[in-house]
């Protein structure tokens, strides 16, 4: 049971290129959800998925698209990478509903630094 | 929407002392509020967490209190020790179709030998 992991672990892009980074679950999990993290901030959620086939924006969702063509796979993609988005990404994954369904649990990150 | 503000950024203690982190949560409607812990280059991870049905939590070492009249909520961990080093964040959702969670900047705990 890997619970949630992320690939790749380390990206450098230049301006302008675009990548996808990829998240999966093996803990069948409804929801999904992928943060940014950057220095001396918290995690802020860029975007989210509810359920396979299902997507909806955050906190920050510009420049960034998602897709969850299976249940196990999220998937967050930078069309046309900026300098901003040089940062940590964060993957998680929960149960969804309430009670003890709502704890997050998180990948290992990916680091990209855009140039 | 959701604003947290997570106080102090920075707190160091001796190695068996208590250690208290706050953060305050803006949305009346927000009913659950988590508390992560992150060891650098690591992802964090869930340490305790607390309801607004529920007023005080206690796991071992770690609690934590929810003032929700006063919007409030804090971390307390007793007997510090070396691996109690970490940055702790708080967050706080409203459960509406996703638990879409909103963090504090965090607060970098470093305990002294």
């Known amino acids: 049971n890997a619970g949630v992991t992320q690939t790749p672990k380390f990206r450098v892009l230049k301006t302008g290129q675009s990548m996808t980074l990829l998240c999966a679950q093996d803990?069948?999990?409804?929801?999904m959800y992928w943060y940014r993290q950057d220095p001396g901030m918290g995690l802020r959620l860029i975007h989210y998925?509810?359920?396979?086939?299902?997507?909806a924006k955050g906190e920050v969702p510009d420049g960034y698209n998602v897709s969850r063509l299976k249940k196990q796979n999220f998937l967050l993609g930078l069309e046309s990478a900026a300098p901003s988005q040089t940062s940590v990404y964060f993957c998680?994954?929960?149960?969804?509903?309430?009670?003890?369904?709502?704890?997050?649990?998180f990948g290992p990150g990916t680091r990209l630094l855009v140039l | 929407g959701e604003n947290v503000e997570q106080h102090p950024s920075t707190l160091s203690v001796q190695e068996g002392d208590s250690a208290v982190i706050k953060c305050t949560y803006s949305?009346?409607?927000?009913?659950?509020f988590p508390w992560y812990k992150q060891e650098l280059g690591k992802r964090p991870q869930l340490i305790i967490d607390?309801?607004?049905?529920?007023g005080e939590k206690k796991d071992q070492r770690i609690a934590v209190t929810l003032n929700k009249t006063a919007k409030h909520f804090s971390l307390h961990i007793t007997e510090t020790q070396p691996e109690d080093s970490a940055v702790y964040f708080c967050?706080?959702?409203?459960?509406?179709?996703?638990?879409?969670?909103?963090f504090g900047q965090g607060t970098r705990l470093t305990i002294n030998p």
């Open positions: 998680a994954s929960s149960s969804g509903g309430t009670g003890m369904r709502e704890t997050q649990y």
């Open positions: 803990m069948n999990h409804e929801y």
């Open positions: 998925s509810v359920g396979e086939g299902t997507t």
């Open positions: 949305d009346s409607a927000s009913n659950y």
């Open positions: 607390i309801r607004s049905n529920v």
């Open positions: 967050a706080a959702s409203a459960y509406q179709g996703a638990q879409k969670l909103v």
